[in-house]
């Protein structure tokens, strides 16, 4: 399945008049949970879509889909599109504007929830699109990620009950106007909202004005506070140190690695170590810890206790 989302013309001016190009966006899908999406360019319509669908078919990945659903909600975002995919029962179709449904169709998705939430441009949204697809995880994959068996439950048998006698009945059709007998309405209510078939106001919907919840202030717990915050290093610069020398938190400080507040310094395995060093720090990257080791010099982590938030000079 191939679908042309978007074709942009460009042009240029050059000495004699102007020239064109097109670009076409394309989507290329099986409907079985492969999708590619890719940008063809050319000097004709026909030949950019045409490059375009090899491309996306050069590209194509498979996502995580149950049923003809997603396995679980999701958000993403791409530049400034954001999309929200949430998993819909059967027969609900794809509801989603014609960016989102090219994707979503071409991947073999039926019934879903979808909202774009911010940017309109039709190459970040299907990128978007595409990211929260290859996010979704199934329940059998994150069992076997952390090697775990799924149980199996048994779906409880439902009771045979059955209505009491007289208790269900066919609807009552009302008429309305003054001549049905049960007045002008008949029993809806006034003209406007709540007159209409299928009415329903939302939680906190104030009729336009700005809500309640909006208007007051915002005030509550916030645990940022009680996060652990790291200085940075990286180990290319501990080549400042003379060779054999001993690297602590202080040292590291003093010669303007490492400023302003935090709960100890972090090694990252940036750049190239050249000198056999003792370095004493909170915590350290993978890279790092083996860059420093193959010099020949030792990591000594300070634990968490012993780390508390240095004060700014």
């Not at 020239?19 to 360019?41: E, Q």
């Not at 995919?85 to 504007?97: D, F, K, Q």
């Not at 078939?197 to 509550?220: D, T, V, Y």
């Not at 790291?230 to 490492?258: C, P, T």
Request: positive net charge.
């Amino acid at each position: 399945m191939e679908k042309v989302v978007f074709i942009n013309r460009s042009s240029k001016v050059v000495k004699g008049g102007r020239r064109f190009n097109f670009s076409a966006l394309v989507v290329v899908g099986d409907k079985k949970g492969r999708v590619g999406v890719a940008l063809g360019k050319a000097a004709e319509v026909a030949d950019a879509i045409r490059r375009g669908g090899e491309l996306a078919r050069n590209k194509m990945v498979a996502v995580s889909l149950k049923d003809a659903t997603i396995p679980h909600e999701v958000y993403t975002s791409y530049g400034g599109a954001k999309i929200l995919l949430r998993p819909a029962s059967p027969g609900t179709g794809i509801i989603a504007g014609k960016t989102v449904r090219a994707v979503l169709e071409s991947a073999g998705v039926k019934d879903i929830l979808t909202k774009s939430l911010g940017s309109k441009n039709a190459a970040n949204v299907v990128k978007a699109t595409l990211n929260g697809l290859l996010n979704l995880r199934t329940r059998e994959a994150i069992y076997k990620s952390r090697g775990l068996e799924i149980k199996k439950v048994e779906t409880p048998k439902a009771p045979d009950l059955k209505p009491r006698p007289g208790a269900k009945h066919r609807r009552k059709r009302l008429g309305q106007g003054e001549s049905s007998g049960r007045g002008k309405t008949a029993g809806r209510g006034g003209k406007g909202q709540t007159a209409r078939s299928g009415s329903s106001i939302r939680i906190g919907f104030e009729g336009g004005q700005m809500p309640l919840i909006r208007r007051i202030p915002k005030r509550g717990f916030n645990n940022t506070a009680f996060g652990t915050y790291y200085s940075a290093v990286n180990i290319g610069d501990l080549n400042q140190f003379e060779d054999g020398a001993h690297v602590d938190e202080a040292a590291i400080r003093s010669i303007g690695l490492a400023n302003g507040t935090s709960h100890g310094v972090k090694i990252l395995g940036t750049g190239e170590l050249s000198k056999k060093l003792t370095v004493s720090a909170s915590a350290f990257s993978a890279s790092a810890k083996s860059k420093i080791e193959a010099k020949g010099g030792k990591v000594e982590i300070i634990s968490r206790k012993a780390a508390a938030p240095a004060k700014a000079e």
